[in-house]
């Protein structure tokens, strides 16, 4: 027990002078920061406007504006993805992945621990061998091969580098990987931290080859399928059956696997096999590598500037049309109160000679009273004068009655509505002209910004 418990220290003490020593390593001057800076500033403003048009739902702002601009970012931070078909290599622990990956590229990566990749590791073209770490903070630091037992799951368990760690990279020499970089990544369990790591990664994968163990027969209903269902809606998904050797009726395991996928609702292209027996391994990799080279052949490398301007020039062409139709209600609306206003006016034209026409009779009707019967006795003529000044009186005031009871309060009211909805509509006529030079101007910003 006494040795074990020394051991056990020795073995913390060298654990931690070596993380000591990967926590000194030089950082690898960037010469694209000031890029990188640059995309992450256009990022916050094209998403503060895009946020602050309300105009688009929360899933249209994550999917063509969040996730085209991370990915520029990771792009640009991590050039061993750009313009490579990015092949995710995953799946339960102990299914074959780093044995898979070594048969492909003639590597020799360790495949003795039960559990063995403990970070994403990309592995990408290079001259000769080389490790590389990207921390959480982006820097990128040059490894010793020495350091990199550190990354796997017996090494890790006492520190869980993923909290610092955000990939690893290995460079390697291999013609395969002129057109395409594998992403390597944790075998998924139940532990929550290796099905967040692999979550957090397949969104930068172009294919996905999902692997599953001819020995267990199935894909597992607890862990797998959740997995796939929620995370892998890349149609590009490859099955790949390994340890095919060990099983005699490998067809009924593959038409089984592929009636749970089928009845799961998972897409899938198909279902291939893999075994490193010396016998099957030549053919199992021919059809394998036929398949990379196939993807690698049909994949469109990502451009952003060609995604983003037509997002913009979209979301342009959406505040044009919003434009348009606004500019047109408030013309409706102002042709309405225009309509209301010239008959309130000819209302009040009409009640007003009508009530000068009644003031002139009032007046005519003093003047005879006045001049022509303040001394006399009414005569007959003055009589029938007097009766025809009352009567056309009578008429004008009813005039004025029937003018005055063409005023409709509903149209009243109408009318004070429909200055505030024209008041609103030049307001928002004016945002939306703002929003469409700032969209403009963010276009030619991008089109600066990939230069």
């Not at 002129?178 to 172009?206: H, M, W, Y």
């Not at 062409?317 to 013309?331: F, M």
Request: glycine share 4%; with cysteine; net charge negative.
């Amino acid at each position: 027990m006494q040795t074990i418990l020394l051991n056990q220290r020795k073995k913390n003490k060298m654990e931690l002078k070596e993380l000591q020593e990967l926590m000194t390593l030089k950082v690898e001057e960037q010469t694209n920061i000031p890029k990188l800076e640059a995309i992450s500033e256009f990022y916050q403003e094209l998403r503060n406007f895009v946020d602050n048009l309300n105009i688009y739902k929360v899933e249209f702002i994550e999917n063509y504006i969040d996730a085209p601009l991370n990915k520029w970012y990771k792009l640009e931070q991590m050039p061993w993805l750009k313009d490579k078909c990015v092949v995710g290599v995953m799946g339960r622990y102990s299914t074959g992945k780093t044995t898979l990956l070594n048969s492909l590229l003639k590597l020799r990566l360790p495949t003795d621990s039960e559990a063995n990749t403990a970070l994403p590791t990309y592995i990408t073209n290079g001259l000769q061998t080389e490790y590389r770490i990207l921390d959480i903070n982006g820097n990128i630091k040059k490894i010793p091969e020495s350091f990199v037992k550190l990354f796997d799951h017996e090494y890790s368990g006492n520190f869980p580098f993923s909290k610092i760690i955000e990939y690893m990279v290995l460079y390697q020499n291999a013609e395969l990987l002129r057109t395409i970089s594998f992403l390597d990544t944790p075998g998924i369990s139940k532990d929550e931290r290796d099905l967040n790591l692999t979550a957090s990664v397949t969104n930068q994968c172009d294919v996905i080859f999902w692997l599953v163990s001819a020995m267990n027969g199935q894909l597992d209903a607890k862990v797998e399928i959740p997995f796939l269902k929620k995370h892998i809606s890349n149609e590009n998904l490859y099955i790949i059956l390994t340890f095919t050797d060990q099983r005699p009726d490998i067809e009924g395991v593959k038409n089984t696997i592929a009636k749970t996928l089928q009845n799961e609702g998972i897409e899938y292209k198909r279902i291939l096999e893999f075994t490193n027996r010396k016998s099957q391994v030549d053919d199992c990799l021919k059809k394998i590598n036929s398949t990379l080279q196939t993807e690698a052949l049909q994949f469109e490398a990502f451009q952003p500037i060609v995604f983003l301007e037509n997002v913009l020039k979209g979301i342009n062409e959406h505040i044009s049309e919003l434009l348009s139709e606004t500019t047109k209600n408030k013309n409706e609306i102002e042709k309405e109160c225009a309509n209301y206003l010239n008959k309130t006016k000819n209302i009040l034209s009409s009640f007003g000679n009508s009530l000068d026409s009644s003031t002139r009779e009032i007046n005519s009707l003093s003047s005879t009273v006045n001049n022509r019967c303040s001394s006399v006795l009414l005569c007959s003529a003055t009589y029938q004068q007097l009766q025809g000044n009352l009567s056309s009186l009578i008429n004008r005031y009813n005039n004025m009655i029937e003018r005055y009871n063409e005023f409709d309060i509903d149209e009243i009211i109408k009318f004070g509505s429909l200055s505030v909805h024209f008041e609103n509509h030049e307001s928002q006529i004016e945002s939306l002209v703002e929003s469409r030079n700032k969209c403009i101007e963010l276009i030619n910003r991008l089109k600066k910004l990939f230069k």
